[in-house]
Nanobody, 117 residues
Framework: QVQLVESGGGLVQAGGSLRLSCAAS?????????MGWFRQAPGKERELAAR????????YYDDSVKGRFTVSRDNAKNTVYLQMNSLKPEDTAVYYC?????????WGQGTQVTVSS
């Protein structure tokens, strides 16, 4: 089992920045393969925004966030971050932290990000 706790959401004006954090805990966290951030806007399906491999290299960004968002990790703290710059109103969504552990997906509780125009 892995528990994920997110923080860092909030309200920001267009063009602003926010940083999300997600800390993983639990006895199987050593088997994390990837961690990432999904987001779900009202009336839309949950979509992958960014993901990073927990060891080695390998980062994915959705085209909609490339050049604006940066995903990073701190293995010693079991934490993944999402730095979001140049935010747009269309980035408004609930952001969910995700961890893939031995083929199983775990989710955080979600954190609201609202970008005003």
């Amino acid at each position: 089992q892995v528990q994920l706790v997110e923080s860092g959401g909030g309200l920001v004006q267009a063009g602003g920045s926010l940083r999300l954090s997600c800390a993983a805990s639990g006895r199987t966290r050593q088997y994390i393969e990837t961690m990432g951030w999904f987001r779900q806007a009202p009336g839309k399906e949950r979509e992958l925004a960014a993901r990073i491999r927990w060891s080695g290299i390998g980062i994915y960004y959705d085209d909609s966030v490339k050049g604006r968002f940066t995903v990073s990790r701190d293995n010693a703290k079991n934490t993944v971050y999402l730095q979001m710059n140049s935010l747009k109103p269309e980035d408004t969504a609930v952001y969910y932290c995700n961890a893939n552990v031995l083929g199983a997906d775990y989710w955080g509780q979600g954190t609201q990000v609202t970008v005003s125009s």
